[in-house]
């Protein structure tokens, strides 16, 4: 698919069924109907970033802030084996306090106690660390780009670099890690033809995993009086990015269902094969408020499991077998 064709489907007052079908067979035939379900362990909530779409971001004094101890993180790895998921994403906020000399003795620790796959999703570190990382046992990384449009990552990024955000993005890649980028749709100043361009950079960088979720504002935010983004658009955005990815691993997101009840279903029929319930404990839950509205923050780990797997029933679907690694193989 070329970039013409991309910014066709993009188009909201086009029909976007037959794109939706196209690449629901296309993740039919390429990763077949099993979902993988990632464990999300949202371990700390302090970040030393401020960008404005974030509502953690450092500075918003309306946060209660925490972060979980080894112990407590050890507790979720293990209800993610007793729910029977593969895999483990331990997410947070840029926190000193859970630093890569912090997360490696804790990694080798789930991966020497567990069979889980690990997934890091702590954002932007040395090569070095990234290294350590890898060699701890950390299996996959995820860091999204946000956005391909320079000005715009400028502006919602105050203290971060675009270049040096794609930069990382090699080096996890060189460190041997499965490697998941991805975008928020409908940011304010967010053209069409930026999102192309997203588009055609999940194909470029080959990228194990690809997670797309809606700019959804937040009060106590910079960007607090912007538009949300659709979920037509951020289907749109998943469906074109199975259609040029092929196999990637790609997640109904936790934002599409906070915007729409359906908006998880809807995403795994044009193109998702991945679901990350959430394994927090219910206590901290509220405090990982990135955005308002956010689903799954009263409920407990075994709740979710449910939901997920009524979900999937309802879908005619079922949970994928095994650790759901990445179908690229051996590069
Ligand atoms: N701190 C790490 C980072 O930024 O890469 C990982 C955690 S960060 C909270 C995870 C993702 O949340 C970001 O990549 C961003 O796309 C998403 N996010 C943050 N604020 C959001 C918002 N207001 N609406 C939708 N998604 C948001
Ligand atoms: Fe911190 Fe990530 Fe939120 Fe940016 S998006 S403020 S790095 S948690
Ligand atoms: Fe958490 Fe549905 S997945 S309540």
Redesign the pocket.
Known sequence: MNKDEILYWLDPDRDAAPLFARADKVRRERVGDGVHLRGLIEFSNI?R?R?Y????RSGNARVRRYRLSAEEIMGCARTAVRLGYGTVVM????DPGWGPAALIPLVEKIKTETDLAVTL????HSRGDYRALRAAGADRF???F?TSDRRLFALLRPDSDYDARFRRLAWLREAGFQVGS???TGLPGQTRESLADDILIFRDLALDMV?V??????PD?P?ADAEPGTLDLALRVTALARVVTGDAHIPATT?MGSIDPQGRQKALRCGANVLMPNISPTEHRPDYS??PGKICTGERPEECSACVDAMLTGLGRSRAEGHGHSLKGER
């Not at 999703?121 to 932007?124: L, N, P, R, W, Y």
């Open positions: 970040c970033r960008c779409y974030c509502g953690i997410q947070s906020g840029e999703s702590v954002g932007e995820l860091l999204r946000e991805g975008v928020m997670g979720g809606p700019f959804i504002p937040g935010t960007l934002a990135l955005y």
